[in-house]
């Protein structure tokens, strides 16, 4: 089973293989919002993905909310809907990954279609957040 593995002073998440071997690495940020409930960032730690084998679907747009390919879903107490997804490609303000999300960590479509097509063969088991 993969783990997907945010490092928030990289500004990075990557992509491990059931082998330990990382798959793919891409910019991504944790960019909170001030209206958001998880302040200032996602705390450290190891969370349980809700969306082991496809990220949970919403209107695909590059420039939408959640990018093209959906969101993946992991549990952290006290913050339902929490994710890693897409979106925002076109912002004015601080667009694609750098772009505030409410707690999420936003990275880019291509990071999301990568993992969306690996995760299909090898779930995801758990999220790791560092930094």
Not at 16 to 28: E, P
Not at 45 to 60: C, E, I, L, M, N
Not at 63 to 91: E, K, Q, W
Request: proline share 7%.
């Amino acid at each position: 089973m993969s783990k997907l593995h945010y490092d928030g002073k990289k500004h990075q998440v990557s992509l491990i293989g059931k082998d330990g071997k990382t798959i793919g690495t891409w910019t991504a940020y944790n960019n909170v919002d001030s209206h958001a409930t998880v302040k200032p960032h996602l705390p450290n730690g190891s969370y349980q993905v809700q969306d082991k084998t496809a990220p949970h679907r919403h209107a695909a747009n590059a420039n939408g909310p959640y990018g093209s390919y959906g969101i993946i879903r992991f549990d952290v107490p006290g913050h339902a809907g929490i994710g890693l997804h897409s979106g925002r490609a076109n912002a004015k303000h601080l667009p694609g990954p750098q772009h505030p999300t409410m707690g999420c960590i936003r990275t880019s479509d291509e990071a999301m279609l990568a993992i969306k097509n690996a995760i299909a063969g090898d779930p995801l088991t758990t999220m790791e957040v560092t930094g």
